[in-house]
């Protein structure tokens, strides 16, 4: 018989119970946690970043400014400066309403010379929230600015260094920050003048100065088509990203493998078996090294008998979940209190309000129910449980998720987990919860993650759905 399927009759380590019950039952709070916000998790977490977007800059701070020596329009978009300037802190300067947004690939805004004056002392750049607002964006610390009079740009220093052109009366320029690269770039009617390496974490302004007389200029924040090609630009980045990524080496039968144990894990063995004939002819075979203590093999361990207990609790059946599990893994169940007997439980209770048997399922909570109450550990999952009595029709109900396929799903995850972890070469429990495609996944996140962290939480964030959604739609 193969050793795969014999019987597992060692005792199972109660941290192995604790922990794999802990994991999954946090599963289930989680998503009780998102169905009192909405029963479709794609749908919460989209709510939940559209709750989270920046609100972009769409005017000028007219109480923030340097009053007096310039005139904020009454549409907050249009600054002049009508008098003689007479000093260098006599500067006209004001920034947007609100920083430019940082959880995004790119920010970008424009100015519209309508006047270059009498010295086209006119700039354009980013600030801090406390940039001195009697001076040209640049000269002062922490700020960047692109001068229309010399075409040097600043950032920090009363010294400019060469940059770009000038830019006067009837020519339009724009700034832009690029999360990706962590740059700021200018553009001058339509095209990228120069770029120049973001050194400021923080929040930056979009700020623009005029600065001597009949100087007058309009900003554009993205209500009115933007002259420069911005889609373009973002094309543009995202396909160096895409490069890079393309020029990476991975060998040609890892994501074969990948596949390969997540059928094994989750114990597909009808499809897994499919997928190797299919794959055997053109692919060499996979090999994985071995990792905290899960080999190669470690994944086939009790296939059939992880398959049966799956599609038998994916179709209802508990009390033949429970008969399997007395029979081949006892030591799982033997604990009537623990926790992989806690998800069984109520999983049957909900299977029989599923049907209709509402009598029976009072009957059997109050059985089985009792003892898990007392704990304090479950109570609040046994009132989910219970709650769905209280409704005539429970499936829209709060508590409706109860009813739903996956909630079944985090049960057999969880009574798969627990025949991984009977494997007496299994070293580390931690690596039965989650097959190598979903360790994958978690670590592509958190990669994402840490780039952003490092970039002072700027820049686009990861959205595994976004990504699933866009493949699909291609």
């Given at each position: ?8 009759l060692s ?5 192995t119970?604790?922990l794999?019950?802990s994991?999954?039952l ?11 916000l909405?029963?479709?998790?794609m749908?919460i ?5 559209e709750d989270?977007?920046?609100l ?6 007219s ?5 007096g020596f310039?005139?904020?329009?009454p549409?907050?978009?249009s600054v002049?400066?009508p008098?003689?300037n007479?000093h260098g802190?006599d500067v ?5 309403n609100?920083?430019?947004?940082s959880?995004r690939?790119v920010?970008?805004f424009?100015?519209y010379?309508k ?5 086209g ?5 980013f600030?801090?929230?406390g940039?001195?607002?009697r001076?040209?964006?640049?000269w002062?610390?922490?700020?960047y ?13 009363g010294?400019?260094?060469?940059f ?6 009837g020519?339009?320029?724009g700034g832009?920050i690029n ?5 700021l770039?200018?553009?001058k009617?339509?095209?990228v003048v120069g ?12 700020t623009?100065?005029v600065?001597s007389?009949?100087?007058e200029?309009?900003?554009n924040f ?7 090609d911005?889609k ?5 980045e995202?396909?160096?990203q895409?490069s890079?990524i ?6 040609q039968n890892?994501s074969y493998?990948?596949?390969q ?6 114990g597909?063995?009808?499809t ?6 299919e794959?055997?002819s053109?692919l ?5 090294v071995?990792?905290?203590g899960?080999?190669e093999?470690?994944?086939t361990y009790s296939?059939?008998q ?6 038998i609790i994916r179709?209802g059946?508990i ?12 030591q799982i169940?033997?604990d009537?209190a623990s ?7 109520c ?15 009072v009957l059997?909570?109050?059985t089985?129910?009792e ?20 409704y005539e029709q429970?499936q ?6 109860l009813?739903g396929?996956s909630?079944?799903e ?5 009574v798969?987990?627990m ?5 007496p ?7 039965c ?5 979903d ?5 592509l ?7 952003r962290s ?9 959205h595994?759905?976004r ?8």
């Amino acid at each position: 018989m193969d050793a795969s399927l014999t019987l597992s009759l060692s005792p199972t380590n109660s941290d192995t119970h604790d922990l794999i019950g802990s994991y999954f039952l946090q599963q289930w709070r989680l998503k009780s946690k998102a169905a009192t916000l909405k029963p479709d998790p794609m749908e919460i977490e989209s709510s939940i970043e559209e709750d989270n977007e920046e609100l972009p800059p769409n005017e000028l701070d007219s109480l923030n400014s340097s009053g007096g020596f310039s005139i904020i329009g009454p549409d907050k978009l249009s600054v002049n400066y009508p008098n003689v300037n007479l000093h260098g802190h006599d500067v006209g300067v004001v920034q947007a309403n609100r920083a430019a947004p940082s959880k995004r690939l790119v920010y970008y805004f424009e100015m519209y010379v309508k006047n270059g004056g009498v010295k086209g002392q006119i700039a354009i750049g980013f600030t801090t929230p406390g940039f001195k607002m009697r001076r040209q964006p640049g000269w002062e610390s922490n700020s960047y600015g692109y001068h229309g009079d010399d075409g040097l740009l600043y950032r920090g220093q009363g010294k400019g260094e060469a940059f770009g052109p000038v830019y006067s009366t009837g020519d339009t320029v724009g700034g832009g920050i690029n999360y990706a690269s962590q740059e700021l770039f200018f553009t001058k009617n339509g095209a990228v003048v120069g770029t120049v390496f973001k050194d400021v974490k923080g929040p930056l302004f979009p700020t623009v100065a005029v600065h001597s007389q009949n100087e007058e200029i309009t900003v554009n924040f993205g209500k009115d088509p933007f002259v420069f090609d911005l889609k373009a630009y973002e094309a543009q980045e995202r396909a160096k990203q895409h490069s890079t990524i393309e020029k990476l080496s991975i060998p040609q039968n890892a994501s074969y493998g990948i596949v390969q144990s997540y059928l094994q894990h989750y114990g597909y063995e009808e499809t897994l078996r499919t997928f190797d004939v299919e794959s055997q002819s053109t692919l060499p075979p996979i090999s994985f090294v071995q990792e905290n203590g899960f080999a190669e093999d470690m994944n086939t361990y009790s296939l059939n008998q992880r398959k049966v207990l799956r599609q038998i609790i994916r179709n209802g059946q508990i009390g033949d979940a429970f008969s399997k599990l007395r029979e081949w893994y006892p030591q799982i169940v033997q604990d009537g209190a623990s926790a992989i007997c806690f998800l069984l439980h109520c999983q049957n209770f909900i299977e029989l309000v599923r049907v209709g048997k509402l009598e029976e399922a009072v009957l059997y909570g109050r059985t089985e129910f009792e003892k898990f109450y007392k704990l304090g550990d479950y109570d609040d999952l046994v009132k989910d449980c219970a709650a769905l009595l209280a409704y005539e029709q429970p499936q829209k109900s709060s508590v409706g998720y109860l009813l739903g396929d996956s909630q079944r799903e985090i049960v057999a995850d969880a009574v798969n987990a627990m025949i991984l972890s009977t494997n007496p070469s299994v070293k580390d429990s931690r690596e039965c919860l989650h097959s190598r495609l979903d360790r994958l996944l978690r670590q592509l996140s958190a990669s994402f993650l840490e780039k952003r962290s490092l970039n002072g939480d700027q820049g686009e964030g990861f959205h595994l759905h976004r990504i699933l959604n866009s493949s699909r739609k291609g």
